[in-house]
């Protein structure tokens, strides 16, 4: 009878635990995760975050800010949905400016949607030595690194021949409709990673134009798509589970 018990405190206490480290712990343990891409100039290393979410709570974007600063990469790039509301937008912006690296960015979904004027987003992109991509695309001083931008479909931008090409879309179903455009790697956000990940399953649930690219490495018909699950968390659903937030970091 002790022995049966002790297992069903034991199985009661699981989904207890899990509640708590997924409401507590999971949605502030930033992971750092180093990717290598075969194929590239070699020597590049640059940062990827996306859907930070800002809501007002400055240690989150803060914590990506300093991170990124201690590793100090090439340059660093964000794939949308930095906010949900306008009124939001200089408070995460003044962070993003302590930036020490060049930041390249694009918007998401919900920057569009709150409404807000993103020209200070962009600007802040240009103090740091980066650029705003929405639907551009630049070259490197050396010419080695093209780095493409999708704002919106149809896209107009071309991969460059003869140098690494780097797409950043907040979309990862956007990867399917390049049109026999193919790039180097491809960096999306937009799913969280499901934000609630079942081992041996994956995510519950997925947002629209994911096209089953919801966490990791794909081949897609543009090429290699990485998906970030992002730093923040979606509305007042500030919960995950098996997906931390990440700052991805690539060789090239």
Same mark, same amino acid.
């Given at each position: 009878?002790?022995?049966?018990?002790?297992?069903?405190?034991?199985?009661?206490?699981?989904?207890?635990?899990?509640?708590?480290?997924?409401?507590?712990?999971?949605?502030?343990?930033?992971?750092? /995760?180093?990717?290598?891409?075969?194929?590239?100039?070699?020597?590049? =290393?640059?940062?990827?975050?996306?859907?930070?979410?800002?809501?007002? !709570?400055?240690?989150?974007?803060?914590?990506?800010?300093?991170?990124?600063?201690?590793?100090?990469?090439?340059?660093?790039?964000?794939?949308?949905?930095?906010?949900?509301?306008?009124? !939001?937008?200089?408070?995460?912006?003044?962070?993003?400016?302590?930036?020490?690296?060049?930041?390249?960015?694009?918007?998401?979904?919900?920057?569009?949607?709150?409404?807000?004027?993103?020209?200070?987003?962009?600007?802040?992109? /240009?103090?740091?030595?980066?650029?705003?991509?929405?639907?551009?695309?630049?070259?490197?001083?050396?010419?080695?690194?093209?780095?493409?931008?999708?704002?919106?479909?149809?896209? =107009?931008?071309?991969?460059?021949?003869?140098?690494?090409?780097?797409? #950043?879309?907040?979309?990862?179903?956007?990867?399917? =409709?390049?049109?026999? =455009? /193919?790039?180097? @790697?491809?960096?999306?956000?937009?799913?969280?990673?499901?934000?609630?990940?079942?081992?041996?399953?994956?995510? #519950?649930?997925?947002?629209?134009?994911?096209?089953?690219?919801?966490?990791?490495?794909?081949?897609?018909?543009?090429?290699? @798509?990485?998906?970030?699950?992002?730093?923040?968390?979606?509305?007042?659903?500030?919960?995950?589970?098996?997906?931390?937030?990440?700052?991805?970091?690539?060789?090239?």
């Amino acid at each position: 009878m002790r022995r049966r018990r002790f297992l069903a405190h034991a199985l009661w206490m699981l989904p207890v635990a899990a509640a708590a480290e997924g409401a507590w712990i999971e949605p502030s343990w930033l992971s750092v /995760r180093e990717v290598r891409m075969p194929g590239g100039p070699g020597h590049l =290393r640059f940062a990827h975050f996306t859907d930070v979410h800002f809501k007002g !709570d400055p240690e989150p974007l803060a914590r990506v800010v300093d991170r990124i600063n201690r590793i100090r990469p090439d340059f660093a790039c964000f794939t949308g949905d930095l906010i949900e509301k306008a009124r !939001d937008l200089p408070a995460a912006v003044e962070i993003l400016r302590g930036l020490r690296v060049p930041l390249y960015a694009v918007p998401g979904n919900h920057d569009l949607w709150c409404g807000a004027r993103l020209e200070p987003l962009a600007e802040c992109c /240009r103090f740091t030595g980066g650029e705003w991509l929405a639907d551009r695309q630049v070259s490197t001083a050396d010419g080695a690194l093209e780095l493409l931008g999708i704002e919106r479909f149809p896209m =107009r931008l071309r991969p460059r021949d003869g140098a690494f090409n780097l797409l #950043l879309a907040h979309y990862p179903s956007w990867a399917n =409709r390049l049109q026999g =455009r /193919r790039c180097d @790697l491809i960096l999306a956000g937009h799913t969280h990673g499901g934000q609630v990940r079942l081992p041996f399953y994956g995510s #519950l649930i997925t947002p629209s134009q994911t096209d089953g690219y919801d966490l990791g490495h794909f081949d897609t018909p543009g090429g290699p @798509l990485y998906v970030n699950p992002g730093i923040g968390t979606l509305g007042r659903f500030e919960f995950r589970f098996n997906c931390r937030p990440e700052l991805t970091v690539f060789h090239v």
